[in-house]
């Protein structure tokens, strides 16, 4: 079936609600290493929720995005499990180290570590592996997630003004407030660059529907107890490593239950996030509070003077001075491109040993290449390839090697 023209029978008002509820639902950013591609429109196969268990009301693709975008459920409770498995090999602590100096978090800027409990490297240990959340929320001013380790625990907690991270096993505290440096609140606090739920992950799903996407219903199920509708979003281009993204959507509230995207070359998910409990009634209000334990180091935002600002990378951290990166290609062939301005192919020293140990990761299991761009490396996950040529040009996105190799070609 062709497209749904996205402006057919609707009036301009109409239209804007559904862009303003768009936009609404796109509130998180998850990293290039994860989903790869944003878009701008709209365009939908209609199939219908014909098959499955339970039997509900039969709805169209496009209805069942609007669905997702009018959303508001503002309280709510649940267990979520996230499994993430990218095939990257065991790299025996080192995509810990260099996921923190990308993100700027603690250790990041030099020779201050700074607090176990900053969210921003804590929560960077979803990207990878099983893991098991405990989630809360009760309007914009109150919410709780919990990350489950062996016998520590993790919580980042926003509560009004304030925002607690507490990591159980270091007994450490890291404070922050609403207060943005313009004075005015910060609407983000405490939302995360590292996607945590279903929401999360398909709200960037969705930025990611144009004209080179399906997106069909693909039956029902029944996920933590509660009926919800399948939705489909597959890639129409060839070249893409995305086979297929799966959002099981809530029959009721059009909250997201399930999030799970297999690769194109087949078996078990890349990343599969889901509830196994979930409740949509107002939690305890004690739920939000929290007091330092007694002993526990406690560390203020503004004490940490070389932390980075928000959405920066820290000073020598790997991720400094990418204002250059680009994006060639649409939909999901997007490739983000990037000249580092140096030869030499796989970086292999650094005075902190951050690159060395990069250089050593990505020559482990790369393959070389030639083309008209030259020679270079490519190494490989399950769904995001990167291309490094010998002259120090970087081609990345979730596309083949034979996309990237493309790619570099006509750069020349």
Not at 86 to 96: A, C, K, R, T, W
Not at 199 to 226: I, M, N, P, W
Not at 333 to 341: E, H, K, P, R
Request: aromatic share 4%; proline share 6%.
């Amino acid at each position: 079936m062709a497209p749904i023209d996205s402006d057919d029978n609707r009036t301009a008002g109409e239209g804007e609600e559904l862009r303003a509820g768009r936009r609404k639902a796109a509130r998180y950013v998850v990293p290039v290493a994860v989903m790869g591609v944003a878009a701008a429109t709209i365009g939908l196969v209609p199939a219908l929720a014909d098959s499955g268990d339970p039997d509900l009301p039969k709805v169209t693709a496009e209805q069942l995005i609007e669905k997702i975008a009018k959303s508001d459920v503002q309280q709510m409770s649940g267990t979520v499990r996230i499994n993430t498995d990218l095939g990257l090999p065991d790299l025996g602590g080192l995509e810990s180290g260099l996921m923190s100096g990308m993100s700027g978090g603690p250790g990041a800027g030099g020779d201050d570590e700074g607090s176990a409990a900053d969210p921003s490297a804590k929560l960077t240990e979803l990207v990878s592996g099983s893991h098991t959340l405990r989630v809360a929320a009760d309007g914009p001013d109150r919410q709780k997630l919990s990350l489950l380790e062996n016998a520590a625990e993790y919580s980042l907690i926003h509560n009004g003004d304030d925002v607690w991270g507490y990591d159980s096993e270091s007994n450490e505290v890291y404070h922050s407030t609403t207060s943005g440096r313009d004075g005015r609140p910060e609407k983000d606090v405490p939302e995360k660059d590292v996607p945590a739920t279903p929401k999360d992950f398909a709200d960037q799903a969705l930025k990611a529907v144009d004209d080179t996407t399906s997106v069909t219903v693909g039956g029902t199920a029944q996920v933590a107890g509660r009926d919800a509708y399948r939705l489909v979003v597959e890639p129409k281009q060839d070249g893409s490593t995305v086979g297929a993204i799966t959002v099981a959507v809530d029959a009721e509230t059009g909250t997201p239950l399930k999030f799970t995207l297999t690769p194109a070359s087949g078996g078990a998910a890349v990343v599969d996030v889901g509830f196994t409990e979930v409740s949509f009634a107002k939690p305890d209000a004690s739920t939000f509070d929290f007091t330092p334990p007694e002993g526990a180091k406690v560390t203020e935002a503004d004490e940490s003077t070389k932390a980075p600002e928000h959405g920066r990378p820290a000073e020598g951290g790997l991720a400094e001075g990418l204002d250059g990166l680009e994006v060639v290609g649409e939909g999901w062939n997007a490739i983000a491109t990037f000249d580092t301005g140096a030869g030499g192919g796989l970086p292999t020293a650094s005075p902190d040993g951050d690159l060395g140990a990069l250089g050593g990761f990505l020559g482990s299991f790369g393959d070389q290449v030639k083309g008209d761009f030259g020679s270079g490396t490519v190494f490989k996950t399950r769904l995001v390839n990167a291309l490094i040529t010998d002259d120090g040009k970087i081609y990345a996105g979730a596309v083949t090697k034979d996309a990237l190799v493309k790619a570099a070609d006509a750069a020349q």
